[in-house]
């Protein structure tokens, strides 16, 4: 259930300021789907289902010259005919957005509640599609920036977030970040700078406790290439310091990990194609306990056949390890999901969607899923009000 504090907090945030001047707006989004998977959990087991799915969201806003504020909640309700009805679930979420920018200086908040199924960020946390557990997290990230000069932009980020499992086959995690920035614009084309980053991830399981620190100082690069072509890129190198406690037998073991940090994307758009393609490597805390290093790399082609009808197509790859032992076994997971997408009315759209799932596992493990869903898009436009 959500924490009715942070929500009283949320929703006070919005309202503070209705004395001033501003354009006030309430709209909302549903977009009922259903989608036949041939092996719902992944597994060797495999198990099909019929699924149903809509996530009804609702969102407030405000806006005036200097200051945007947003509020949005909802539910993500999952149905399924053939599986156990401990599969189906209704998922709470909310969101605060707001920024505020002055002469030079611009601040920046978010913070949101959410729980979602575990399965649902399988492919880049444990792998493990099957277990029935709810992941319950709240997060929120000041931003502020700073125009130094002319060319030169200063820049601190901080976010914090805490994910609680329902069930003990997942760590209690807490993560917290904060990333000082430097960026220098050397040409209408060209801007690149400088940042350095320290996380700090702790994790409470059934056996086992931990406290991961890492350090990250990496370059970043934007640059547009032609009308066509737009590059963004960084690159960088990391020190991991983990600290491992044994709840059964209080040992603690002390671990040390280096490595390097990239993040590439490509971005080609002409008459009626876009084309991207983004290739990264991170480090991220797991559901497990452990630090996951994953290499991934993802594309997408995306073209309009008429005035109402846009093909796409998605595709990626996305190996796993553990950033701390270097003996444990790699994971592989690929996407394939092309699609189709009508747009029926303004406000109205229809997509069309096939996607295959694998996923492989050194001890020679292999698993796979093809799933087609259909999927109503509608944006009611809802009341604006100025006052």
Do not use: C
């Not at 198990?47 to 405000?62: E, G, K």
């Not at 130094?148 to 086959?169: A, H, I, K, Q, V």
């Not at 994307?265 to 991220?284: C, E, K, P, Q, W």
Request: avoid cysteine.
């Amino acid at each position: 259930m959500i924490n009715k504090q942070v929500l009283f907090a949320l929703v006070v945030a919005t309202s503070i300021q209705v004395a001033h001047s501003a354009e006030w707006s309430l709209t909302s989004t549903l977009n009922p789907s259903v989608t036949y998977d041939d092996n719902v959990f992944l597994s060797e087991n495999e198990q099909s289902s019929m699924h149903y799915a809509m996530t009804p969201t609702v969102l407030l806003s405000r806006a005036v010259e200097d200051m945007v504020l947003s509020l949005s909640a909802g539910y993500q309700i999952d149905r399924y005919s053939s599986l156990s009805s401990d599969n189906d679930t209704e998922n709470p979420f909310v969101r605060f957005d707001s920024s505020y920018n002055m002469e030079r200086s611009q601040y920046g908040l978010s913070a949101s509640y959410q729980e979602a199924t575990s399965r649902s960020t399988a492919a880049e946390d444990t792998g493990d599609f099957a277990t029935q557990s709810i992941n319950r997290t709240r997060s929120i990230s000041p931003s502020y920036s700073y125009q130094w000069t002319e060319r030169d932009t200063l820049s601190l980020n901080g976010s914090y977030s805490e994910r609680l499992s329902s069930t003990s086959s997942f760590s209690d995690t807490e993560s917290k970040s904060l990333t000082a920035g430097w960026q220098h614009q050397y040409s209408e084309r060209l801007s690149a700078g400088l940042n350095a980053t320290f996380s700090n991830y702790k994790s409470e399981g059934l056996t086992l406790n931990t406290d991961d620190d890492n350090y990250n100082l990496s370059t970043s690069m934007t640059y547009a290439l032609s009308e066509l072509w737009s590059l963004t890129g960084n690159i960088g190198a990391r020190k991991l310091n983990s600290e491992r406690t044994s709840t059964l037998t209080g040992i603690t073991s002390d671990d040390t990990s280096t490595g390097s940090t990239f993040g590439f994307s490509a971005i080609r758009t002409d008459d009626i194609n876009t084309y991207t393609l983004d290739l990264s490597r991170g480090v991220s805390p797991s559901g497990t306990g452990d630090v996951n290093e994953s290499d991934s790399i993802n594309a997408s082609w995306s073209h309009p056949i008429s005035e109402r009808l846009t093909a796409n197509v998605l595709a990626g790859y996305r190996e796993t390890t553990s950033a701390l032992e270097e003996s444990s076994g790699k994971r592989k997971n690929i996407t394939f999901s092309p699609s189709l997408s009508w747009q029926l009315e303004r406000n109205l759209r229809l997509n069309f969607k096939y996607n295959y799932r694998k996923q492989t596992q050194d001890s020679g493990r292999s698993t796979d899923s093809n799933a087609v869903s259909v999927t109503l898009n509608y944006d009611w436009d809802g009341i604006r009000v100025s006052r």
